[in-house]
């Protein structure tokens, strides 16, 4: 299959290309497009054989569903089978946006596209590229994040391209994305809001709105006995091809550390921040940012484990991240890319 890569230019939309994608969908094809948090994979949601296609593109598990991405609350309503008064006001607070909520499914959800489940997971993004192509695609948009499964999800269409080539039509190049880690997902199926996998928007974030909320327990347990919630959230996932370790401790600790490892094996990729950079002389130094704009940090995260795929690293390690706010979804990504490798460098 050949695969168009088209540029669209945000502000000036062309409607024939827009159209073009939206047909693609509503005959059961895959399209990749933006959203402000990653790139997806969009297929007709409600048409079971075009959401299956999305999983023999990604060779993803088939219990692991898949979002659907709408355009306006009336389409919630045709999909979710009751709205809590928590998601109304979180809705209202963070729609468009990247959020992700649970909640039970009407029946004209298929099961192919939730893994089999009796709930749904319902976005809607703020992107304007993905809103038309929803509405162009008839208003329900199954999406994962365009990248094989387990590699880190694409933050450009160079990413989705290197990928998707040859296993979908159509690429919507849109440009990098502006967030660069996926949405937060937060179940409301359950008697408080529970957050499945964080993300841009905050545990604090969710509380100032609905009062109680809370992290699903099988997130935190380090080598979990407890299973987290969201299907995805087990697979190991955004793995370079190089092992990776996160060292944690004092700084100075941390950079001497990884300084040591690099005189032992020649070679060795780093991944730093702006503040340490210079304190590397060798190795194969990458930084993902400033500390002082976690934004920033957040956004290059899933680029930076992709480059390193490009530049025959065996190892890698890591500075780690602050766990409050932001910091909870970017350590949440970089540990997963890890396997859970961690080495505490702090003094005993
Ligand atoms: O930002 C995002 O959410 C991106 C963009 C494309 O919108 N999408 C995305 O999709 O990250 P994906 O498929 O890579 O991740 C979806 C996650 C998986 O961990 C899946 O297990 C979980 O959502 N999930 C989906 N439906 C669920 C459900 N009904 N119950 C629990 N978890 C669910
Ligand atoms: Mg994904």
């Given at each position: 299959m050949q695969t168009e890569l088209v540029k669209i230019d945000?502000?000036?939309?062309s409607h024939h290309i827009m159209k073009r994608a939206g047909e693609i969908l509503q005959n059961g094809g895959l399209v990749a497009f933006p959203t402000e948090t990653v790139y997806g994979l969009g297929a007709d949601a409600l048409n079971e054989e075009a959401a299956q296609k999305i999983y023999a593109a990604k060779g993803r598990p088939s219990d692991n569903p898949l979002i659907v991405h709408i355009a306006d609350m009336e389409a919630l309503g045709r999909i979710a089978e009751s709205i809590p008064k928590e998601a109304k006001a979180l809705a209202e607070a963070f729609?468009?946006?990247p959020l992700t909520m649970i909640f039970r499914k009407k029946e004209c959800v298929p099961s192919g596209t939730t893994g089999g489940l009796s709930t749904v997971a319902v976005r809607m993004p703020s992107d304007e590229i993905a809103r038309e192509l929803i509405r162009q695609g008839g208003g329900y948009i199954a999406a994962p994040s365009?990248?094989?499964?387990?590699?880190p999800s694409p933050t450009t269409a160079q990413h989705v391209y290197e990928d998707m080539k040859g296993r979908i039509p159509m690429i919507l190049d849109?440009?990098?994305?502006?967030?660069?880690l996926e949405s937060t997902i937060v179940d409301l199926t359950e008697e408080h809001p529970v957050i499945l996998r964080p993300g841009y928007i905050t545990l604090s974030m969710i509380r100032s709105i609905t009062g109680e909320a809370e992290v699903d327990r099988g997130l935190i347990a380090?080598?979990?006995t407890v299973r987290p919630k969201a299907p995805g959230m087990k697979y190991r996932h955004y793995a370079p091809r190089a092992e990776l370790w996160i060292v944690e401790g004092p700084m100075e600790r941390v950079v001497s550390y990884i300084n040591e490892k690099c005189s032992a094996f020649p070679g060795t990729g780093i991944i730093c921040t702006e503040e340490t950079r210079e304190y590397y002389p060798d190795g194969v130094v990458k930084s993902i940012g400033s500390r002082k704009d976690e934004r920033s940090i957040a956004s290059h995260l899933f680029a930076v484990l992709r480059e390193f795929d490009g530049e025959h690293v065996e190892r890698i390690y890591s500075e780690s991240f602050d766990t409050q706010g932001l910091g909870q979804a970017i350590m949440n990504r970089l540990l997963k890319a890890a396997g859970h490798q961690k080495i505490d460098v702090s003094e005993k």
């Open positions: 945000r502000e000036q939309m729609w468009p946006g365009a990248n094989v499964s387990g590699r849109g440009g990098p994305v502006r967030i660069g380090d080598n979990s």
